[in-house]
């Protein structure tokens, strides 16, 4: 008889203003897919689509379909917290094995963390803690924090904030703006350089991250102090955007596009070929999170049947990615990965991420989490 | 004594509209205001119904001062007004328009369950009014299908809804036909035995024909006040109002 | 025989499915005044509103001129000289008095009405000159509306009630400068429920019932036997 | 940082400006709920980030991006708005709620979900020195644009027969009609305009805060806003509604940070709490 | 804005079939209809609250989606925080609703038209924003852990029990509607909507009429937000975001203003469509506003005034 198909769910924005990075973890997880011809021990992969419209009740509801209409084996997805917060107790009540390829809330792999929720991507306090120390050692005393006022950018703030207080840095000032509403940082940016602090770390994303580094360019910002933070900041989505403004810009994050390892080497080009840009970080971790469920799948001979052990295949599986080395802390099931430390250069083909630093096996210390 | 102005006046910026309007106006009375357009007839209506507020003086109805009473409830103690011009519930049905306005009387307006066209009392009293401004045949008319004659039927109509004891008619008769206008005058002679009227007109016949007694306003000044007779031997009002022809 | 200056043969007109006009003909010519007489609701001001096409007669001819009219936008219709002063009066209220006056195209010819000519013959609009216009005495709207309509300076109105809501002084001068208008060779058709008044002006009569000219012809002919109507007018 | 300040709600209210004047003219003059301005504003930046990106001319796009979004607007006019002029508001908020959800697709079609930016034109590249504070010399045009704007709008809609005559056509455009306006030509004009205005607005703040799918339904809110709050038909009211929201939300940052989300709106409620009509209204 | 003319008969043969198509889908449908059909459900309530505020009353709330908020996080706190009955917390959140639509509704209701409009969204996005940065309401991750009722025994946590709870809460709310249009109070409203200066010369307090009315059309907001907690166990910001409101609205339109079950029928068919749309193509979107913009220039009156047509059709060729 025929096999049935590997279903994956992908719960992603695809429509509206984020659709992007729906677009980027698809696009790299096809990618992952077409290396073993979407087949795997006889089954086929098959890749269900479904818009979150970056809601969380309407992502609720699509997952609901693609769990008990569509019957998908894995589900993988969600750029925003909320979002996977939202499907948190439907895929641990239903035993669906949940693959999270963006979403940083910390409490995901902690306080409401589950064997059947596995991160590739990254903790809020992952990415922004190994900063304060970095910073503090690069000879920053005192920073202003300014990130968009919702969860995820408090948490980011609060990581960096903790670890550099305890590097002896000092948080002069801290403001959080109207999230995705902000478009003239005017009002901020004055205050900002009246703060006199040595340096501004940020995090934003989107549009809003074009404006804020475009705009504290405009305002000369750069002349007081050291504009540094989150790197998905000048992630490569906005730096074509960006352009000059963008030079200078201290940022960390899990993958920068200039690691010269032949795994990424290799996913540019091939991601290059195939959408004709250079892939993000968000691409990364859809083509890991691609890998993953290959790798699992393999080791399971394609035999879906036993969602528990499917999960914990999952939770076992390491590669080498574009970003580095991945293992999943059998802990939390949130991801190992280096972090890097960049720095935005001028080049013969505009401003690039040049890498500073890189710090190996960062983790999650996932307190109240119990699997 | 139902109604008495004392004193009334009132200005839109340099505009002196009602200049220390007294009169006093006794129960069952019907009482005529003419004057020039732009006199203040309209405003003095506004005034007493409360949908404006006179700068100076007071109004004393019943023996009670409402110059602080908002416009529902000058309406609710029996002040009821037809607009000069027309306003009426343009989406409804001359006998839902009726049909609201009875409501407001009947004190249901507030009522949340039984359906307004189960009440057999306000159903009733809705056919009364709209037999009295000769409104039967159109029950059933969208009321901005009506020619506007019928529309000022409609709104002398939704007036006396509300059951008033001070009637205030602006112009009633205005653009009705003369047959209409006939009946409009034999309706209103019939209601001024139990209601008190003040009317707001141009057609001298049918102030004649109603008014016991009429004021005559000039540019915010009561210039003249007296029985049909004696307005109509003046020489004053003549001149200012009704002119002389040639 | 000279062309007269309106001709309107059969006309008919729906409200939705509601056939209002059903047959309607008249005839005014150069100078002279022709009254429209009915009941409420008899279908005076639709067809006035027919004529000018600002509702669609269904059939019929509409000659202005021998020129038809039938189907010609209405915003074209006061540039060949008629002009329609509606029943509500048509005052734009969200402008000023002035405005209202001024949005009127005219060519500033000497023996031609504007501005000043106008507030020459109503007076009392001159006071609220830069008023808005929301606030206007019924008697104001009425002036300013015939004021207007002369500054077109048209060679027929349609006069839908113009007497209605104002002061017997103020009927008095506007019959007085309705004569010196049909004098200087305008022609007016008047729909009025002021018999006197229609009576006055008119050199013809015609009567319109259910939607039907009931009759037509001289007014000495109509004053003569006024019974008559009895039915389609009331006396 | 005061002068800043200053000069930030400044410009903050100018761009406010640019964007409400046109839509107070289609809505207080024309009375078409057009939610779609904000379409308008954005279709005005993704036209311009096009000629921008081709002809590498900021000016060349800041010439023809509005006449584009005109053009756009007239053709809108011709196929849907024509239709909707006298219809109840809230067909027409469904319609122009349409044309919103469009807008946001066919400009990710046609331009993709991807995050642009117009580079600042050399003319502004560098920050002036004011009183002893750098300044973009850009956000100073965006506030010259918006004073020109003004400037040529008031002389056009109040010092000649034209705002009369596009009131007076809404207004009761039957008597306009007898009064031998051509009612239909002066909204198809006016209603291009509008559009223009808003086409004007999105190229003009595009190398500011950017252009990207979405920009839309942000700046229609506020617009929205600015138009109510000044009174919607009235030049003086987006005038000083724009001054007044600018400024209040500017400074309402600066000084209250922690209720950025809310100064705008809580200001609007309390005006209209007070004013229900508006500040300036025509109505 | 125009209601549409009502026709009580037409409008409760509609809400029969629907109803009864509801059941049919019930018993036949499998998991997720049955979720979906309970998702209706509850927007056909939030719509019929709308309907009955912009269509009786003329108030065309952008903000109403505030009161889905109210409803649904009053809900979550009672029950997390105070650990309620959830059944309690339903009806306790419909008498906050109840509450606090009439204050609200007091203040406002003096605003017309887009003024009217702005307010209401100015009220709403500041509920929004304070629910997205308030660390006590979860902030923009919300609040999850929310269970439904067990009521007369049954566990409404299975699906096929909690969507006939929710079918009988429809039906009682439609009849609640239904006998308030027609009442007195639902034609003072209407007469408000076409001249209430009139009303007030009346001597109708168009004020408390006004203010009453935008309380029960937030108290049954409340009692959506509420049930939609619960549905989907958990509530986040967005649920009170304007564009739910504008969202409701559309519904209400496409369904025909004033009609009640129009608004129902407006909310199956737009929910529908849209969730079936985007599985379809990125660019739904583009599609559902198409669709739009074709009601409006095609049915005048919504669906609804496509019924009435249908039904004059058969009448007449009887
Ligand atoms: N709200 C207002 N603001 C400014 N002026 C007003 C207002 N209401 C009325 N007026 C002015 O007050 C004067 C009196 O108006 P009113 O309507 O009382 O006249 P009237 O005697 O009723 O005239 P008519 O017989 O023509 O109806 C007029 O000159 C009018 O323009
Ligand atoms: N918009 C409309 N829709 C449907 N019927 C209408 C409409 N307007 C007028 N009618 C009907 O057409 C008929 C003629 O109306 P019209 O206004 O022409 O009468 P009229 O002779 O001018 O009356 P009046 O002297 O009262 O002004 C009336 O029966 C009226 O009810
Ligand atoms: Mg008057
Ligand atoms: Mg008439």
């Known amino acids: ?371 | 004594m139902i109604i008495s102005l004392q004193n009334i006046s009132k200005s839109f910026g340099a505009n002196n509209v009602l200049k220390n309007i007294s009169i006093a106006i006794d129960k069952k009375e019907c009482v005529g205001i003419i004057g020039p357009n732009g006199a203040g007839k309209s405003t003095l209506f506004k005034i007493i119904s409360g949908s404006l507020f006179q700068d100076g003086g007071s109004i004393i109805f019943n023996d009670a001062n409402i110059d602080k009473l908002s416009i529902e409830k000058r309406s609710r103690l029996g002040i009821s007004q037809s607009f000069q011009s027309n306003s009426l519930f343009n989406e409804m049905t001359v006998k839902e328009n009726i049909m609201v306005a009875c409501s407001q009387s009947f004190k249901v307006g507030w009522e949340l369950f039984k359906s307004l066209d189960k009440r057999t009392n306000i159903i009733t009293k809705s056919y009364e009014i709209a037999e009295e401004v000769g409104l039967t045949e159109y029950l059933d008319f969208r009321s901005d299908n009506l020619s506007y004659g019928l529309q000022r039927q409609l709104e002398v109509g939704l007036a006396i809804a509300n059951n008033p004891s001070l009637l205030l008619l602006d112009e009633p008769t205005a653009g009705m036909s003369n047959e209409e206008t006939k009946n409009i005058v034999k309706m209103v002679k019939k209601l001024s035995t139990y209601y008190t009227t003040i009317i707001v007109e141009h057609d001298m016949d049918v102030i004649y024909s109603l008014a016991k007694k009429i004021y005559v306003l000039d540019s915010g000044d009561l210039i003249f006040d007296g029985t049909p007779n004696e307005v109509k031997n003046s020489k004053l009002v003549q001149e200012r109002y009704i002119g002389i022809k040639q | 025989m000279t062309t007269p200056v309106l001709e309107v043969k059969d006309l008919n007109t729906h409200y939705g499915k509601s056939h209002i006009l059903q047959g309607i003909n008249l005839t005014i010519n150069r100078g002279n005044c022709l009254a429209l007489l009915g009941r409420n609701g008899a279908g005076k001001t639709t067809t006035l509103r027919s004529i000018v096409n600002l509702t669609k007669p269904s059939s019929g001819t509409i000659k202005y001129f021998g020129k038809n009219l039938l189907n010609q936008p209405s915003y074209k219709i006061p540039s060949y000289g008629i002009t329609l002063v509606p029943e509500n009066r048509g005052i734009l209220k969200t402008l000023t008095l002035e405005e209202n006056l001024k949005i009127v195209s005219n060519k500033n010819d000497k023996d031609n009405w504007n501005i000043e000519k106008v507030l020459e013959i109503f007076p009392s609009l001159k006071s609220k000159y830069y008023n808005n216009c929301f606030d206007l005495s019924g008697g104001e709207q009425q002036m300013l509306s015939l004021a207007r309509a002369l500054m077109l300076n048209p060679k027929l109105i349609l006069l839908d009630e113009p007497s209605q809501g104002l002061a017997p002084k103020i009927v008095l001068q506007i019959e007085k400068v309705l004569h010196k208008l049909l004098a200087d060779n305008l022609s007016i058709l008047l729909v009025e429920q002021n018999l006197k008044l229609a009576i006055s002006l008119a050199s013809h009569v015609s009567v319109i019932g259910k939607g039907i000219t009931r009759w037509e012809g001289e007014k000495l002919d109509f004053v003569k036997n006024v019974d008559k109507h009895k039915e389609w007018i009331s006396v | ?283 | 804005m125009n209601a549409v003319q009502y026709d009580k008969k037409l409008r409760l043969q509609l809400f029969i079939i629907l109803c009864c198509s509801a059941i049919f889908v019930n018993i036949f449908g499998d998991y997720f209809t049955r979720f979906l059909l309970s998702e209706i459900i509850i927007l056909s309530l939030f719509a019929m609250s709308l309907d009955f505020l912009a269509g009786r009353g003329g108030m065309i709330s952008l903000g109403h989606a505030m009161f889905l908020g109210i409803g649904a996080y009053s809900t979550a706190i009672l029950f997390i925080n105070f650990n309620i009955d959830p059944f309690l917390c339903s009806l306790l959140a419909v008498v906050i609703g109840l509450i606090i639509g009439y204050l609200i509704g007091f203040i406002i209701v003096k605003t017309d038209g887009i003024f009217f409009i702005m307010i209401t969204l100015a009220l709403g996005e500041m509920f929004h924003s304070w629910a997205y940065t308030n660390d006590f309401l979860g902030g923009s991750d919300g609040i999850s852990g929310i269970l439904r009722p067990k009521l007369l025994g049954m566990d409404l946590n299975e699906p096929l029990f909690f969507s006939y709870y929710l079918l009988i809460l429809l039906i009682l709310v439609y009849a609640f509607l239904a006998a308030v249009t027609d009442s007195p109070l639902g034609r003072n409203l209407d007469a408000i909507r076409q001249n209430s200066g009139r009303v007030l010369s009346l001597g109708g307090s168009v004020k408390l009429y006004k203010s009453a009315s935008f309380g029960i059309s937030a108290a049954i907001a409340s009692l959506a937000g509420s049930l939609y907690a619960q549905l989907n166990g958990f509530v986040s910001p967005e649920i009170s975001h304007w564009t739910v409101s504008g969202e409701g609205l559309i519904m209400i339109i496409v369904g025909g203003i004033g009609s009640l079950s129009g608004a129902i029928l407006g909310a199956v068919v737009v929910h529908i469509i849209q969730h079936e749309f985007s599985k379809l193509v990125d660019w739904w979107m583009l599609l559902m506003g198409g669709g739009f913009i074709l009601v409006v220039l095609f049915l005048k009156e919504g669906l609804w005034g496509l019924i009435l047509k249908f039904k004059n059709y058969i009448i007449e060729n009887k």
């Open chain 4, 1 to 283: 940082m005061f002068i800043t300040e200053i000069l930030n709600a400044l410009q903050f209210s100018m761009t406010l400006f640019l964007l409400s004047v046109g839509l107070t003219i289609v809505f207080g003059l024309m009375k078409i709920v057009n939610l779609a301005h904000g379409t308008l504003y954005m279709l005005g930046a993704y036209i311009g980030l096009s000629i921008w990106t081709f002809s590498d001319s900021f000016w060349l796009a800041f010439v023809f991006a509005p006449i584009a979004t005109a053009i756009l607007g007239a053709l809108l006019y011709k196929v849907l708005f024509k239709f909707i002029q006298r219809v109840d508001p809230m067909r027409q908020v469904l319609l122009t709620f349409g044309l919103i959800y469009i807008g946001l697709d066919s400009v990710r079609l046609i331009w993709g979900s991807m995050s642009h930016s117009i580079t600042t034109p050399e003319l502004f590249s560098n920050p002036i020195n004011i009183f002893g504070e750098t300044y973009p010399t850009y956000r100073l045009f965006v506030i010259l644009v918006g004073i020109t704007v003004l400037l040529i709008l008031y002389f056009v809609l109040e010092k000649t027969k034209m705002g009369a005559m596009v009131r007076a056509s809404v207004d009761d455009h039957e008597t306009s009609q007898m009064l031998g306006i051509n009612t239909e030509k002066i909204l198809f004009y006016t209603f291009s305009l509008g559009c223009g205005l808003a086409g004007l607005a999105g190229v003009t703040v595009a190398p500011i805060v950017g252009v990207e799918a979405g920009m839309d339904m942000e700046v229609l809110v506020l617009t929205l806003i600015v138009v109510v709050v000044g009174g919607p038909g009235s030049l003086k009211g987006a005038l000083i509604g724009s001054l007044l929201i600018g400024f209040v939300d500017t400074f309402g940052k600066v000084f209250f940070p922690e209720l950025a989300l809310i100064t705008i709106y809580a200001a609007m409620a309390l005006i209209l709490i007070f004013k229900p009509g508006g500040m300036y209204s025509r109505l």
């Open chain 1, 1 to 371: 008889s025929k096999a049935e198909n590997l279903k994956i769910g992908m719960l992603l924005p695809y429509s509206g203003a984020v659709a992007i990075i729906g677009e980027e973890i698809t696009n790299a997880l096809e990618l992952a897919f077409e290396e073993v011809n979407y087949e795997i021990s006889g089954r086929k992969l098959e890749i269900i689509r479904a818009d979150t419209e970056y809601k969380p009740n309407i992502a609720l509801k699509k997952a609901r379909e693609l769990i008990f209409s569509k019957k998908v084996d894995i589900l993988a997805g969600t750029v925003s917290s909320s979002v996977a917060l939202a499907v948190r107790d439907l895929v641990v009540s239903t035993k669906t094995p949940f693959i999270v390829a963006n979403a940083g809330a910390n409490q995901i792999t902690r306080k409401k963390c589950s064997k059947y929720i596995i991160r590739v991507s990254f903790s809020n306090y992952q990415i922004n803690a190994p900063m304060g120390p970095w910073l503090a050692n690069y000879g920053i005393k005192t920073a202003f924090l300014l990130s968009a006022n919702y969860a995820a950018g408090k948490e980011q703030m609060s990581a960096f904030k903790s670890t550099f207080e305890a590097s002896g840095g000092k948080i002069v000032g801290e403001e959080y703006t109207p999230h995705r509403k902000t478009k003239d940082f005017g009002p901020y940016l004055g205050r900002i350089k009246s703060s006199g602090a040595d340096a501004v770390y940020v995090f934003y994303a989107g549009g809003e991250a074009i404006n804020f580094i475009k705009q504290a360019h405009s305002f000369g910002l750069a002349d007081v102090m050291k504009i540094t933070g989150a790197g998905w900041t000048t992630s490569p989505l906005f730096i074509p955007a960006q352009k000059k403004a963008a030079l200078g810009f201290i940022g960390i994050l899990n993958y920068v596009p200039s690691i010269e390892t032949k795994e990424n080497l290799e996913f540019q080009r091939a991601y290059k070929e195939k959408f004709g840009r250079i892939a993000s970080e968000f691409a990364v971790q859809g083509y890991d999170t691609g890998k993953m469920i290959v790798e699992a799948l393999k080791s399971l001979s394609g035999d879906t049947s036993n969602k528990e052990l499917l999960a914990e295949e999952l939770s076992k599986v390491s590669i080498i990615g574009p970003r580095g080395p991945l293992t999943i802390d059998p802990k939390t099931n949130n991801v190992i990965q280096n972090m890097y430390i960049f720095e935005v250069v001028n080049s013969a083909n505009g401003p690039v991420l040049k890498i500073l630093d890189k710090i190996e096996a960062v983790k999650d210390p996932g307190t109240g989490c119990s699997l």
